[in-house]
């Protein structure tokens, strides 16, 4: 990278809290660090991050009780959580309340890193993208609504995400597993019939163009013709 970015690391274990930072800031990233949730709401609003990672057990309030009141103000900010816990149904929790990305401790910081960059590059290509024509509607994905007749529609933060990969591969068949694991983590059953309950409801919201199809591709994935 040849411009620092901002990041806001929330981490309570201060000794691992210094070696993330350290690394980070070997590696083009200014890093400002919370030792609590409350600490980490107040470093987002004080500077202008473009990424948040969020320990999930912390002191005041938990990395998803961070990323809920975040999500209030920004949609589009990327946050990946670290957490010790691996239960499924924390998993689902963090990518429910917002999250993009999910790293199990513990983790090499190549790994982190790398994750770090693809979402980054992930959200620096959405934000640019402007809005998408999908058949009579108006996608906007930076403001998630969608719009018919100056009629608009405000979409879920997985909505809009699983909306935006669909137009980017139209007419092509959009992996299952790929897109599971980039928006919910994780391609195991109960995530999948998320998703699935997810294109349900894009479906709907699409209803007014006929033109339009989210195509189940059994075995395969979906496929998005207009």
Avoid: C
Wanted: hydrophobic share 40%; aromatic share 8%.
């Amino acid at each position: 990278m040849s411009k620092k970015t901002t990041i806001i690391l929330a981490e309570d274990e201060p000794a691992l809290g210094l070696i993330i930072k350290e690394n980070l800031e070997t590696r083009d990233f200014i890093v400002h660090h919370a030792k609590d949730g409350e600490h980490a709401i107040q470093l987002y609003k004080k500077h202008t991050p473009k990424l948040l990672v969020l320990d999930v057990m912390m002191p005041k309030k938990d990395g998803f009780t961070v990323a809920k009141e975040i999500r209030i103000e920004d949609d589009t900010i990327p946050i990946l959580f670290l957490t010790a816990k691996s239960q499924t149904q924390d998993v689902v929790e963090g990518f429910s309340v917002g999250g993009n990305d999910y790293l199990k401790k513990p983790f090499s910081m190549e790994e982190l890193i790398v994750r770090m960059h693809n979402l980054l590059q992930r959200t620096g290509l959405q934000k640019g993208s402007e809005q998408i024509q999908i058949g009579l509607y108006t996608f906007d994905f930076p403001k998630q609504l969608l719009i018919f007749e100056n009629e608009s529609q405000r979409l879920t933060h997985r909505e809009a995400h699983l909306l935006f990969h669909l137009t980017k591969n139209k007419n092509q068949i959009l992996d299952r597993s790929l897109i599971l694991k980039k928006l919910w983590g994780d391609d195991d059953f109960f995530n999948a019939r998320s998703m699935d309950v997810f294109i349900t409801k894009l479906r709907k919201k699409l209803k007014n163009d006929a033109s339009i199809q989210i195509i189940n591709v059994r075995g395969y994935g979906y496929k998005l013709t207009y």
